[in-house]
C-alpha cells in the first residue's frame, strides 16, 4: 500500500505485549476493526522468556494490595473486572497444561509459548491486525489519531499505547510511551527498575563475594514492608525472590534489614545455651548455610565458646542475626530488572477504561502506567486487567 492512502481502522495499539494483545481481542469482540503495531519482529517476547520459559501467566490470590502505585486504589475497579479466573478460563479453552507452584503462582505446563499462541488465535479469530517491525515515527492527533511510519499513514479514532517499561532492553524496551504521554502532556511519576538485584558497596562486596550461589530462607525488609522468601548471594551482591520484592520499595542510601533466622529468636536461643562450650560458629551451623555462618563469624561476630560470653553480647548476637543491616550500593538496573516502577500517572486515567482524561480516545496500559505488581504473576494479571478494561472501550 503506497504512502498516498492511509490505513484506517477504529483502534491502533501500539505495542504487542500482553496488554496490548489482550487489549486487541477484547476491542476485536466488540466488532471494532483494530490494528496492532510492535516495533520486535515477534509478539510477546516478555512473555516469551517470563518464569523460566514457563511464563508466570497470573496470580490466584491477586489484590490490589499486591501492587505499587502513587494511587493504590487505582488497579481495584480493573482487577475486579478481569480477575486471574477470567483469564484461567481462557486458557482452559485452549486446553493449555498449568499448575500452581506455590502462592498462587499458576505456570504452563509446557510453554510460554502456549500463551503466546493462545493470545495470536484470539487476535486471529476476532479479525485483529498485527503489523511487525513497525515504527512510529510521529503521532498528531487531529479529528482522528495520525500516525506516521515510513510505509504509510495509520488513521484511528482510538490510540492505546501499550509500549511497557524500561525493563530488559535487549528485548526491545523503549522509553516511547513516556515520550508520547509527554507529547500529550501527560504527567508521567519517575520510574526506577523494580522486581531487580541488589549490588553491595565494594567493603560488604569483598566480604560476601565468596558466598555467591549460597542461599536461604530471610525476612527481608525496609521501612513498614516486609518480605520472607529465599534470598540469594551473587558475585554482584543480593537477589532471590525477597530481595527482588524488597528492591520495588527500597532508596538508594537507605539501610535494608534482614532477619537471617526468621523462625528463631536468636538472642533467646542463644541464652538458653549459654553454658554451652561450643563456638558460636558452630553452633550457628545448625541455623545458618555453613559458608554464611563462617563469614558472618569471621567478619561481624566474635567466634568464641557460647560460655564465655556475657549475656548482654549474646542478646546483641541474637539481634545482629535477626537484625542484620546491609546499605546496598544500588541496583543491577534495567537490564536485570523484571519490571518498571512509576510511569504515566493514574490521576491523568479513567480507572473503569484507561482512558486519559485530556484527550479522548487515547488510552495507556500495562506496564507503562504507574501501577506495578510484585513478583509472582501479578504483574501479567495487570497487563490482562488494564488491557481488557481498555478493550471494553477503545
Known amino acids: 500500500m503506497g504512502k498516498d492512502s492511509p490505513i484506517q481502522k477504529d483502534v491502533i495499539i501500539i505495542g504487542a505485549g500482553a496488554a496490548g494483545l489482550m487489549c486487541a481481542i477484547e476491542a476485536g469482540k466488540r466488532g471494532r476493526s483494530v490494528l496492532l503495531l510492535e516495533h520486535n519482529e515477534a509478539v510477546g517476547k516478555k512473555i516469551r522468556i517470563s518464569g523460566g520459559g514457563r511464563c508466570n501467566f497470573t496470580n490466584l490470590h491477586t489484590t490490589a494490595g499486591n501492587f505499587i502505585s502513587k494511587n493504590p486504589h487505582f488497579a481495584k475497579s480493573a482487577l475486579a473486572r478481569f480477575g486471574p ?130 542461599s536461604l530462607d530471610a525476612l527481608v525488609s525496609f521501612e513498614n514492608r516486609n518480605f520472607r522468601e529465599n534470598i540469594l ?95 546496598p550500593e544500588g541496583t543491577e538496573g534495567y537490564a536485570k530488572a523484571e519490571v518498571t516502577v512509576g510511569g504515566i500517572d493514574t490521576d491523568e486515567l479513567s480507572s473503569k477504561t484507561m482512558e486519559t482524561k485530556k484527550i479522548p480516545g487515547l488510552y495507556f496500559i500495562g506496564e507503562v502506567v504507574d501501577v506495578t505488581g510484585h513478583l509472582g504473576g501479578f504483574n501479567f494479571q495487570w497487563a490482562w486487567a488494564s488491557g481488557f478494561a481498555a478493550g471494553q472501550y477503545a
Open 233 to 327: 548471594f551473587t558475585h554482584k551482591g543480593l537477589s532471590g525472590p525477597a530481595i527482588l520484592q524488597i528492591s520495588s520499595y527500597w532508596e538508594p542510601k537507605k539501610p535494608l534489614s534482614i532477619n537471617l533466622v526468621p523462625d528463631h529468636d536468636m538472642s533467646a536461643v542463644l541464652k538458653a545455651r549459654r553454658t554451652a562450650t561450643v563456638s558460636l560458629k558452630n553452633f550457628l551451623k545448625d541455623y545458618l548455610p555453613l559458608r554464611l555462618a563462617d563469614v558472618l563469624c569471621d567478619h561481624f561476630l566474635e567466634n568464641k565458646p557460647l560460655n564465655n560470653y556475657s549475656l548482654d553480647q549474646l542478646q546483641k548476637t541474637g539481634n545482629r542475626l535477626n537484625n542484620w543491616e546491609i546499605i
Open 85 to 214: 479466573q477470567e483469564f484461567c478460563k481462557m486458557v482452559e479453552n485452549h486446553k493449555i497444561p498449568f499448575h500452581e507452584k506455590k502462592l498462587g503462582q499458576l505456570f504452563c505446563d509446557k510453554s510460554a509459548q502456549d500463551i503466546i499462541g493462545l493470545l495470536k488465535k484470539e487476535c486471529l479469530r476476532y479479525g485483529v491486525d498485527i503489523f511487525l517491525g513497525a515504527k512510529v515515527m510521529d503521532i498528531a492527533p487531529k479529528d482522528f489519531f495520525s500516525l506516521t511510519t515510513p510505509q504509510q499513514e495509520l488513521r484511528s479514532q482510538s490510540l492505546v499505547i501499550a509500549t511497557g517499561g524500561l525493563s530488559v532492553p535487549s528485548l526491545g524496551a523503549t522509553n516511547m510511551g513516556y515520550q508520547i504521554a509527554q507529547k500529550f502532556d501527560i504527567k508521567v511519576n519517575p520510574c526506577k527498575p523494580g522486581l531487580v538485584p541488589l549490588t553491595l558497596q565494594e567493603k560488604d562486596l569483598r566480604i560476601f563475594k565468596d558466598l555467591s550461589g549460597v
